[in-house]
Nanobody, 121 residues
């Protein structure tokens, strides 16, 4: 069973940057795709970015393309989300997930508890 723990969230001014980390334990995630999703208050959980097991392929939501970068370090069982040029609409709880390479949350079977990112308007 994979356990995922996110960190790195916080409050940042518009235009600033944050780097989220997701640490996996209990089982190697090197054979899993990893994804980041986010959920704003009163809204559904949305796809943000995904990376395949070998890091050969990545995909992003249109809303973050060019601003966010997903990466992974399989030697450390970790995945990262570098977020630049943050906007108020990026405010949400960000979740890390492990599963099959997809933009669909249903393709991911393991989830972290989330980390809050707040960008004041």
């Amino acid at each position: 069973q994979v356990q995922l723990v996110e960190s790195g969230g916080g409050l940042v001014q518009a235009g600033g940057s944050l780097r989220l980390s997701c640490a996996a334990s209990g089982h190697s995630v090197s054979s899993y795709a990893m994804g980041w999703f986010r959920q704003a208050p009163g809204k559904e959980r949305d796809f943000v970015a995904a990376i395949d097991p070998s890091a050969a392929s990545t995909t992003y939501a249109d809303s973050v393309k060019g601003r966010f970068t997903i990466s992974r370090d399989n030697t450390k069982s970790a995945v990262f989300l570098q977020m630049n040029s943050l906007k108020p609409e990026d405010t949400a709880v960000y979740y890390c997930a492990a599963g099959t390479y997809s933009t669909d949350s249903g393709s991911y079977g393991a989830w972290g508890q989330g980390t809050q990112v707040t960008v004041p308007s």
